[in-house]
């Protein structure tokens, strides 16, 4: 079965400016959660979405946002970008509540540029 | 709250020889561990990891780990290194009191020579 899809793999943008990345998550899952990857920071946990209902909240500001439709597709979104926002975003899934403990599936990430 | 440790940045073994990347975690109550690794420019790839049971884990590639709950460790191992092995390795932690939020350690640099 496909893997979790994130689009796009790699992306350039303007400090002020904002973003829009996209998370589809294994068919079935209904558990989505992001994290941001960087050297100084490594991996932080960001929000999970489950049944389009956020869940849980990292320690990020207001400036990063997320949701999640019907068909379990996630998005996050990023406004007035800043130099320190550029990472790797990973995106991951899993089926339901309970299978939270058995882990998640990672897509391959968005890597994100601001310049 | 919970939190996990890898205390070696980068871990260098000659292809063939006992590879091993530490790891200690802190939590509250039972914990969920996990082992992920990551190839330039990929997302995480699942290795392995323990729920409950038998304290030996095995999983992908031949790779290994032991839950050792006195000394809060859960090491990765693997008998026998290939250079194709050389990555980045994370060491993860969740659990119900942290409502099965994953924390991640900082992550190990793995360099396997031929």
């Known amino acids: 079965k496909a893997g979790v899809t994130q689009t796009p793999r790699y992306l350039i943008k303007t400090r002020g400016q904002q973003v829009t990345l996209s998370c589809s998550p294994i068919?079935?899952?209904?558990?989505v959660s992001w994290y941001q990857q960087t050297p100084g920071q490594g991996l932080q946990f960001l929000f999970e979405y489950f049944s389009e209902t956020q869940r849980n909240k990292g320690n990020f500001p207001g400036r990063f946002s997320g949701r999640q439709f019907s068909n379990s597709r996630s998005e996050m979104n990023v406004s007035t970008l800043e130099l320190g926002d550029s990472a790797l975003y990973l995106c991951?899934?899993?089926?339901?509540?309970?299978?939270?403990?058995?882990?998640?599936?990672f897509g391959s990430g968005t890597r994100l540029t601001v310049v | 709250a919970q939190s996990v440790a890898q205390p070696e940045d980068q871990v260098n073994v000659a292809e063939g020889n006992p590879l091993t990347v530490k790891c200690t975690y802190s939590?509250?109550?039972?914990?969920?561990l996990f082992w992920y690794v990551q190839y330039p420019n990929r997302g995480l790839q699942f290795l392995l990891k323990y729920i409950t049971g038998d304290n030996l884990v095995k999983g992908s590639y031949g790779f290994e780990a032991e839950f050792n709950k006195s000394q809060t460790s859960f090491h990765l191992k693997k008998p026998s290194a290939l250079v194709s092995d050389s990555a980045l390795y994370f060491c993860a932690v969740s659990s119900r009191s942290n409502d099965y939020k994953l924390s991640f350690g900082a992550g190990t640099t793995v360099t396997v020579r031929a």
């Open positions: 991951a899934s899993s089926s339901d509540a309970n299978d939270r403990v058995t882990g998640y599936t």
């Open positions: 068919s079935g899952h209904r558990s």
């Open positions: 939590v509250s109550g039972n914990p969920y």
